[in-house]
């Protein structure tokens, strides 16, 4: 197996197919810049018609926006958010008025998501016309749990392990460790580390573990604007999925992709 030295440089490897993958959540969102009338039941009905098929349940929620003016306090506002997800609960697609995401916790490929995300790109594109787009991110967050934390100085880098592995993190009750990198048109942000039973570092995207457990979190997005077109967003994501996937080579050992189902 190729040694992987610079994951931002060097060519994405081969994918290693994890039989037993410990991928928690896959993320992808596109923010665009404020529709209003996505707030508006009439208005978002033709888009949920174009995926009800795929996402038939749909739920209405309120979130939190955050709302900073020149010389004002920070305030906070209710934001509509349409959340449609599958009969069984492994997928959901999010629509506010300023961003489009997709979710899933049973993640099978790359060319089943991305293939998916094409699908509510361009019902996006049809129903809610956004004419620019202001970031498109790609998240994969790993958890590790039960007997592989305790080896789990065989299964990641010592660059990535910290404290993990050593005779004092027995005294730790958690740590972690986060990493932003600047690239020429975009940033990788990278954390790890081990947390104990019923923590997480995001609510909204990791449910707390009923035990302790080693979290590999990466989050790659754009660094500027662009006019909104569905092939560039997709193809973006699509890049985007692979160079965090060179990041996650980088970071695990051979050990970790046998332990998970890998053939190496």
Known sequence: MRTIEDPFTEPSPDEVPLANAPLVRVIAQVRFPEILTVGQRDFVAPFQEAIRATYPVLRQEQIPAVLIGPGTAMQVKPQTAWRFGDAAGQWRVSLTPEFLALETTKYTS??????????????????????????????????????????????????????????????????????????????????????????????????????????????????????????QVVELGKKYAEQVYAFFRWAVTAEFLRRYGGTV
């Open 110 to 231: 790359r060319a089943d998501f991305f293939s998916r995300l094409h699908r509510i790109v361009t019902a996006l594109g049809e129903h809610i016309e956004p004419s620019l787009v202001d970031r498109i991110g790609v998240r994969y967050i790993d958890r590790i749990t039960g007997t592989a934390v305790d080896d789990i100085k065989s299964l990641v880098r010592p660059e990535v392990r910290g404290l993990a592995g050593t005779a004092i993190a027995a005294h730790a009750a958690h740590f972690l460790s986060e990493t932003m990198f600047n690239l020429a048109d975009a940033r990788v942000v990278a954390r790890w580390g081990q947390l104990p039973a019923g923590a997480t570092l995001d609510p909204a995207a990791i449910e707390p573990s009923q035990e302790k457990s080693w979290i590999l979190d990466i989050d790659m997005s754009s660094a500027a604007s662009f006019p909104f077109a569905v092939d």
